[in-house]
């Protein structure tokens, strides 16, 4: 199941995704399904005369894992850590398909990570990696815009990392997934339709499970809380102007513009 939030110039609402006669209908949905059952409202809408938006705001915050793929940390001359490194967005930094990436005004370098992005359920505290399938609503795509410079000179990866619009998910929560370990996805990335970064989740050091995990004996997450599960070899720089496609099998494309202002 495909779990959008849309609008049509009315309040946003969420819907669902489904290919009727050949072509992707959104069928609307009452209330949030993070804490709703699924009832129909009995409106649908062509997917291509909606205004898809981010699936979820989370409530509270983006978990992020760094370096979890190898050949992604050596291509930025890093080590994989020996313990798994993880740091924080605001939710903040949440926009939706089509929304501008804003280039922080601070950045002369700002680089694109095409990430698979996990959609928490319900709270989750201490959990163990056979627990964490229950504690999982979806996946999504997800962009960790990262200005590199600002990376380079500071430990701590708040200017890098967290700026408004550095973290695009979509198109959609993909619910049909399998939810503990969702490996073996092509993951791959595109700059104005050219090829970028070409990847698959099999090739994450620490799987899903023993992410959220590990995350989980730190903070509690919260339904609608995010947890992006680090990028693949082939980043690059993405200039004001360009269009970025980051693109997951199973799942779909999430396309953001880069502008700056
Ligand atoms: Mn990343």
């Not at 680089?111 to 056979?130: C, G, H």
């Not at 993405?238 to 997951?248: F, L, M, Q, R």
Request: aromatic share 4%; glycine share 8%.
């Amino acid at each position: 199941m495909r779990i959008a939030r849309f609008t049509t110039g009315e309040d946003p609402m969420y819907g669902i995704v489904q290919e009727k006669d050949g072509q992707d209908m959104v069928y609307g949905i009452t209330g949030d399904p993070l804490y709703t059952d699924i009832r129909p409202t009995g409106t649908i809408v062509p997917l291509e005369d909606v205004r898809l938006l981010a699936p979820v705001i989370p409530r509270s915050k983006v978990v992020c894992v760094g370096r979890n793929y190898a050949e992604h940390a050596a291509e930025l001359g890093n080590e994989v850590p020996e313990r798994a490194l993880f740091f924080l967005k605001p939710n903040t930094a949440v926009v939706g398909p089509g929304d501008p990436v804003v280039i922080p005004s601070y950045s002369q370098e700002l680089s694109l990570e095409a990430e698979l992005a996990v959609v928490i359920k319900r709270m989750a505290k201490d959990l163990t990696p056979d627990q964490v399938a229950d504690h999982v609503l979806g996946y999504t795509c997800a962009n960790d815009l990262t200005a590199r410079d600002a990376q380079r000179e500071e430990d701590q990866w708040f200017r890098a990392k967290a700026f408004d619009t550095s973290c695009p998910i979509g198109p959609w929560i993909e619910t049909d997934l399998d939810l503990a370990d969702p490996a073996g996805l092509a993951l791959t990335s595109a700059v104005d339709g050219e090829s970028a970064q070409q990847g698959s989740t099999a090739d994450m050091i620490r799987p899903v499970a023993e992410l959220i995990a590990e995350i989980s004996g730190v903070v509690t997450l919260l339904p609608g809380d995010l947890v992006l599960t680090g990028t693949p070899a082939g980043v690059r720089t993405v200039e004001a102007g360009a269009s970025v496609d980051i693109t997951i099998e199973g799942i779909g494309t999430l396309t953001n513009p880069i502008v700056r202002r």
